[in-house]
T-cell receptor, first 111, second 115 residues
Framework: RKEVEQDPGPFNVPEGATVAFNCTYS??????FFWYRQDCRKEPKLLMS???SGNEDGRFTAQLNRASQYISLLIRDSKLSDSATYLC????????????FGTGTSLTVIP | DAMVIQNPRYQVTQFGKPVTLSCSQT?????MYWYQQKSSQAPKLLFH???????NEADTPDNFQSRRPNTSFCFLDIRSPGLGDAAMYLC?????FGGGYNEQFFGPGTRLTVL
């Protein structure tokens, strides 16, 4: 079983739509959770850290459900510039200093 | 600005010709990572350094080696590149503090082409 699993998509949504991505992780001892954004042929860049209580940054909301080992990212009022691949990343201290990546979810926002 | 720098950004090499990719950081992070990323795939961890301690992934080919001469620099050596080694190579750093981790910061990557 993979450490982190994501629906690869692709998600094609119109401008202004709300879209949600989900991610599950297998290690119940995982401690740190992140969403990264990666544009084509560029490096991943941190979009949000995910906190236990959930957190929001403008149009973006991240949620963590430890009981279900599930992370989500909600994007409201999608913009063309949101088109990218979104990577779910999990860090588990009991497996050393590794960060485990999902395969990424591709989003295209259509005019 | 503090950052992760990779050189070169693009590297073309011939089949079997050794190549070295470099990474430097001004973040003073104690952990440095090398990832290989192929098209439409997640980054794949090759190895990482926690300070001077080297950690090799079990499935990283012997063809890939790494050096970290000091906190700021880390090198990836590919001794005999094959066509299958053509990929984006990403360097990343993170800081371990107490019992927690900060997020990873990535360099812009080196895109390797093998002819």
């Amino acid at each position: 079983r993979k450490e982190v699993e994501q629906d690869p998509g692709p998600f094609n949504v119109p401008e202004g739509a709300t879209v949600a991505f989900n991610c599950t992780y297998s290690n119940s001892a995982s401690q740190s959770f992140f969403w990264y954004r990666q544009d084509c042929r560029k490096e991943p860049k941190l979009l949000m850290s995910v906190y236990s209580s959930g957190n929001e940054d403008g149009r973006f909301t991240a949620q963590l459900n430890r009981a279900s080992q599930y992370i989500s990212l909600l994007i409201r009022d999608s913009k063309l510039s949101d088109s990218a691949t979104y990577l779910c990343v999990v860090n588990s201290q009991n497996t050393g200093n590794q960060f485990y990546f999902g395969t990424g979810t591709s989003l295209t926002v259509i005019p | 600005d503090a950052m992760v720098i990779q050189n070169p950004r693009y590297q073309v090499t011939q089949f079997g010709k050794p190549v070295t990719l470099s990474c430097s950081q001004t973040l003073n992070h104690n952990v440095m990572y090398w990832y290989q990323q192929k098209s439409s795939q997640a980054p794949k961890l090759l190895f990482h350094y926690y300070d001077k301690d080297f950690n090799n992934e079990a499935d990283t080919p012997d063809n890939f080696q790494s050096r970290r001469p000091n906190t700021s620099f880390c090198f990836l050596d590919i001794r005999s590149p094959g066509l299958g080694d053509a990929a984006m190579y990403l360097c990343a750093t993170s800081r371990v503090f107490g019992g927690g981790y900060n997020e990873q910061f990535f360099g812009p990557g080196t895109r390797l082409t093998v002819l």
